[in-house]
């Protein structure tokens, strides 16, 4: 059995990869434990050190990852290296700020010391999406190696080079031995994986129905999970609103990664006033954005990751525009490139609740343009979901900007006049149907490890 590598851009294969058999997979596994047992004993500075390493090796190499995903999944070869830029900046935060986060936190009590320690808990599995196949191991990967931890690696099935590239990444860069292991299965092994007593925990990027799946295996073992799932970010847009900034912003953070990322901007929810400019400025910035090859310097858009994925989004389209949606612009299959992967940027006004836009996630370069009479019903609107991964609200009021993101929209992210993004400095997930757990930051580093009670009479 095979594991392919496909240009969306064809639907050619690049190259066949064989799978990691079952007993490779527990001889992996125990590789992994066997190094942990040594690097849990590795000091913070020798941590560090590697970690700025891997941020070299990154460096390094950006030209050639970035081109990898462009010719795996389709991102824009900009994009990439901006991704990759991103990776070894994660690197670089947790080698200067792990000593701070790990550092023993002492508590008075009636002990001569008690203190709160912060270890390592073995070999964590990771299971990754194709949609940033970088950044989403990285943002994992860093803290999970400065804390001490080794991990072992499902990628999605579409990106078998840049799966494999990360461990020559960790290899090149100088960490021992099966500190980080690339699988090679499909779906159907996770739950053995999960199962092997020597995988303490899990982190999953990817689906809702996948991280169901994960944290029911997992939980059944009392393993611990950390899961980003899907969402349908909300874009509040006031009536005070900067519309040219606004329209712009809103744009790029729904073409995201050919808006295949779970926190692009998926519903845009106008107050009536100043919906009719908003939606002329917001169709004309996406009219402008170029779609085409992501090895070709000035595209904006590549195709979506995978014909299937693209021609599931493109049923979506047609089925609200069937109950009653508009389509303004795209909701089409390029003829000239129907063959596999692209699809047009597209712009879909008068979304009412029941239809799919509303209420399920559109992964891929489609926008849903709602309308909401006044601020109140707009958080409404943005709260009537199952989702809570990010939001973002646009107003020349920022006090009000901030109270509403602060305490009415119901996100793990919200963001004030600007898109939402990760970012190595501040926690990152959801809640609800999103998923639990946090990413990055301070609470990224603390949800593999034991956090452990030291008392001392």
Not at 190 to 200: D, G, S
Request: hydrophobic share 40%.
């Amino acid at each position: 059995m095979s594991i392919k590598s496909i240009d969306p851009t064809n639907g050619k294969v690049i190259k066949s990869y064989p799978e990691t058999t079952k007993a490779q997979v527990v001889k992996k596994i125990e590789q992994g434990h066997k190094a942990w047992t040594e690097w849990r004993k590795s000091s913070i500075k020798e941590r560090a050190a590697l970690l700025r390493g891997l941020a070299d090796q990154l460096h390094i190499q950006r030209a050639e990852l970035a081109r990898l995903m462009a010719l795996e999944m389709g991102k824009p070869l900009n994009d990439g290296l901006a991704e990759i830029d991103k990776c070894g900046a994660v690197c670089k935060y947790y080698a200067e700020k792990g000593a701070d986060f790990l550092q023993d936190q002492r508590i008075e009590t009636e002990a001569s010391k008690s203190y709160v320690s912060f270890q390592p808990l073995g070999v964590v599995l990771a299971v990754m999406p194709w949609n940033f196949p970088y950044w989403q191991v990285f943002r994992f990967l860093a803290p999970a190696l400065m804390a001490g931890n080794c991990g072992v690696l499902k990628h999605a099935s579409n990106v078998p080079g840049c799966a494999l590239s990360i461990e020559k990444l960790v290899k090149d860069a100088g960490y021992p031995a099966h500190v980080f292991q690339t699988l090679m299965i499909g779906s159907n092994v996770v739950n053995e994986v999960i199962a092997h007593p020597l995988i303490k925990a899990v982190t999953l990027t990817g689906s809702t129905q996948a991280g169901m799946k994960v944290a029911a295996q997992a939980g059944m073992l009392l393993k611990k999970t950390v899961l980003e799932l899907g969402g349908s970010d909300p874009y509040l847009v006031l009536e005070d609103a900067d519309l040219e900034f606004a329209a712009e912003t809103c744009v790029n953070s729904r073409l995201i990664n050919n808006g295949q990322s779970c926190i692009a901007a998926k519903r845009f929810i106008v107050v009536k006033k100043i919906e009719k400019e908003f939606t002329r400025l917001f169709v004309q910035k996406m009219k402008q954005k170029k779609l085409g090859n992501p090895l070709e310097a000035d595209i904006n858009l590549g195709p979506m990751a995978r014909a299937d994925l693209r021609d599931e989004l493109h049923q979506q389209v047609l089925k609200n525009i069937e109950m009653g949606a508009k389509c303004l612009l795209g909701g089409r299959i390029p003829a000239f490139k129907g063959q596999h992967a692209y699809y047009e940027p597209t712009v879909l006004s008068g979304i009412k609740k029941g239809m799919p836009a509303y209420s399920e996630e559109m992964f891929g370069p489609v926008a849903a343009i709602l309308t909401a009479r006044d601020v109140e019903q707009a958080i409404e609107l943005a709260n009537d979901t199952s989702f809570g991964l990010g939001a973002a609200v646009f107003t020349a009021n920022e006090k009000l900007g901030e109270e509403i993101a602060r305490t009415r929209l119901q996100a793990g992210s919200c963001f004030v006049n600007s898109l939402v993004k990760s970012d190595p400095r501040l926690p990152f997930g959801g809640i609800n149907q999103s998923g639990y757990g946090r990413e990055l930051g301070l609470f990224g580093i603390h949800e593999f490890v034991n956090i452990k009670t030291v008392y001392v009479k």
